[in-house]
């Protein structure tokens, strides 16, 4: 059974750059098959898909956070990681992780970490 | 622009049936997904391809299919399954990830 937590400072300074990791047990980074993703939620909204990479792949990210978003993969440690950059406000929110699988060329998400709250403010 | 389109809120007594609707022009192309997430926790996949559903998920749960339009049956609903509950397919092109706004499913 595959298990994500995520890891990282629960508040970010405006301007600064968001940074998470999510630790994989029970799978593995480099599965062909699985997209590593992250998902967030703002408080009392909707979810909000941000991104994912695919093992040896390209990464596609949400065209609203494109040019702020860097998600990459350490096979090493068996992680992998998110950067937002020049976060505002407005980019609070429970952070996810989660497995991706590709199923008749959409993406869903089968395993997904507890989340972790991340509140951008001085 | 796109986006998966669900009514905020659904409200049912025990026992009977809920029904959540997802519409979107891009639905005849690609998948749904339902998710179910309660206060406090992670979203759990209930349905994958449009009608399919995980281990572990009760029977009473069921997804259809028909047009631009997503449909998560709840039959039989009990008091544990209030919560909010999320469509998710993708854009047109199929790269592009995208959730519902979310329904909360009220039981009276």
């Known amino acids: 059974q595959v298990q994500l937590q995520e890891s990282g400072p629960g508040l970010v300074e405006p301007s600064e750059t968001l940074s998470l990791t999510c630790t994989v047990s029970?799978?593995?980074?480099?599965?062909?098959?699985?997209?590593w993703s992250w998902i967030r939620q703002p408080p009392g909204k909707g979810l909000e898909w941000i991104g994912y990479k695919y093992y040896s792949a390209s990464t596609s990210y949400n065209p609203s956070l494109n040019s702020r978003v860097t998600i990459s993969v350490d096979t090493s440690k068996n992680q992998f990681s998110l950067k937002l950059s020049s976060v505002t406000a407005a980019d609070t929110a429970v952070y996810y992780c989660?497995?991706?699988?590709?199923?008749?060329?959409?993406?869903?998400?089968?395993?997904w970490g507890q989340g972790t709250l991340v509140t951008v403010s001085s | 622009s796109y986006g998966l389109t669900q009514p905020p809120s659904v409200s049912v007594s025990p026992g009977q049936t809920a029904r959540i609707t997802c519409s979107a022009d891009?639905?005849?192309?690609?998948?749904a997904y339902w998710y179910q997430q309660k206060p406090g926790q992670a979203p759990v996949l209930v349905i994958y391809?449009?009608?399919k559903r995980p281990s572990g998920i009760p029977e009473r749960f069921s997804g259809s299919s028909s047009g631009t339009t997503v449909t998560l049956t709840i039959s039989g609903v009990q008091a544990e399954d209030e919560a909010d509950y999320y469509c998710q397919s993708a854009d047109s092109s199929g790269i592009y990830v995208i959730f519902g706004g979310g329904t909360k499913l009220t039981v009276l």
């Open positions: 029970g799978g593995s980074v480099t599965s062909g098959s699985d997209y």
């Open positions: 391809k449009d009608d």
């Open positions: 891009t639905l005849p192309k690609h998948f």
């Open positions: 989660a497995r991706g699988g590709r199923v008749g060329g959409t993406t869903m998400f089968d395993h």
